[in-house]
């Protein structure tokens, strides 16, 4: 069975400050993806990021970095010196072999 | 800019009547999916198509759901007869490639059933 598990249902930072959304996911798949998204108010999901289960290696891009952990089955990401547009909900997704799984989204709220 | 796009924004009907939502991938993609989002269980995939072949349509209520690619240019999402479980918004996405590439999501189709 695959799932993902986003624990933190809702998050209020101030602007500039770091936040960090959790993601965890299981499945008995070799090969799989791991996605973020971001849905912002106006509802249309945006893609964020795709990583394949051989590439461990940490991504950054501008104040959005990723940290995927195999051994912890988790595929964190954080924002650095947040701003009050990245308030949205953001989803993780995997892709095993067969289907796309989505977590639950963690609603982050960027206070100015 | 390149957008899927979705007809109708918003749809409100009665219960027992017909649904068509109608989506318009990215010119080029021929990768279309069809998610349900509603607050008790998120967001679903109920179905997606590769080169206008569904390759997987098993999230998707079969007595009452269809789902068509009549051309490359046109995704329909059928529901007959409605029913107000079925209360939701529905996404339309489309990519490029593989199953596990970027998607992109159009704006959605809010459906109340009355």
């Known amino acids: 069975a695959q799932k993902v598990t986003q624990a933190q249902t809702e998050i209020s930072v101030v602007e500039k400050e770091d936040v960090t959304l959790d993601c965890v996911y299981e499945t008995r798949d070799t090969t799989y993806y791991l996605f973020w998204y971001k849905q912002p108010p106006s509802g249309e999901l945006v893609f964020l990021i795709r990583r394949n289960s051989f590439d461990e290696q940490n991504e950054i891009s501008g104040r959005y970095s990723w940290n995927f952990q195999k051994s912890t089955s988790s595929f964190n990401f954080t924002i650095t010196a947040s701003q009050v547009v990245d308030s949205a909900v953001y989803f993780c997704a995997l892709r095993g072999t067969y289907k796309y799984i989505f977590g639950t989204g963690t609603r982050l709220k960027v206070l100015a | 800019d390149a957008r899927v796009t979705q007809t109708p924004r918003d749809k409100v009907t009665e219960m027992g009547q017909e649904v068509t939502m109608r989506c318009q991938p990215i010119l080029g993609h021929n990768t279309v999916f069809w998610y349900r989002q509603t607050m008790k269980q998120g967001l679903e995939l109920l179905a997606y198509f590769r080169n206008r072949a569904p390759l997987d349509d098993s999230g998707m209520p079969k007595d009452r759901f269809s789902a068509e690619m009549p051309d490359a240019t046109l995704a329909t999402l059928k529901i007959q007869p409605s029913e107000p479980r079925d209360s939701a918004v529905y996404f339309c996405?489309?990519?490029?490639?593989?199953?596990?590439?970027?998607?992109?999501f159009g704006p959605g189709t809010r459906l109340t059933v009355l």
């Open positions: 996405a489309s990519g490029l490639g593989l199953s596990y590439n970027e998607q992109f």
